[in-house]
């Protein structure tokens, strides 16, 4: 039974994996099409890069369908399907009742979190 939990683990772990990539490669592909589409003949000074993004700014971009707010929701699940990964291997050895690992997954998922949230490196 032990095996069996291991594999349909091993599974989900590899199907949220691809299916975080694909979401994410279509979102951004989706975001650069909308932005060509919408400002293709004009020209842009990439000199100075300067972005203030912000789950609300992202989230009203969206709304009006604008092209760098799918752009940054595709990134946003580019860096979320990793930290899925360690949540639901964190849950497997939760599930498999195996505390050292356990302790140390959620002690790194913590980290991570900690680091994307406030925007400082680990």
């Given amino acids: 039974?032990?095996?069996?939990?291991?594999?349909?683990?091993q599974i989900l772990i590899a199907r949220a994996l691809r299916a975080g990539i694909i979401i994410s490669i279509f979102l951004i592909l989706l975001g650069g099409v909308i932005y060509l589409?919408?400002?293709?003949?004009?020209?842009?000074?990439?000199?100075y890069f300067m972005a203030k993004i912000s789950v609300s700014s992202i989230l009203r971009g969206l709304i009006h369908f604008d092209?760098?707010?799918v752009i940054?929701?595709?990134?946003?699940?580019?860096i979320g399907t990793p930290v899925l990964r360690v949540a639901?291997?964190?849950l497997g050895f939760a599930m498999e009742k195996d505390?050292?690992?356990?302790v140390i997954t959620l002690v790194v998922l913590l980290i991570i979190l900690f680091s994307v949230l406030s925007?400082?490196?680990a």
């Fill in 1 to 9: 039974m032990k095996n069996f939990a291991d594999k349909t683990l």
């Fill in 37 to 47: 589409a919408q400002n293709g003949e004009r020209h842009f000074n990439y000199e």
């Fill in 67 to 69: 092209s760098k707010s």
């Fill in 72 to 78: 940054y929701l595709g990134i946003i699940f580019l």
């Fill in 88 to 90: 639901m291997s964190a």
């Fill in 99 to 102: 505390v050292l690992y356990t």
């Fill in 119 to 121: 925007g400082h490196p």
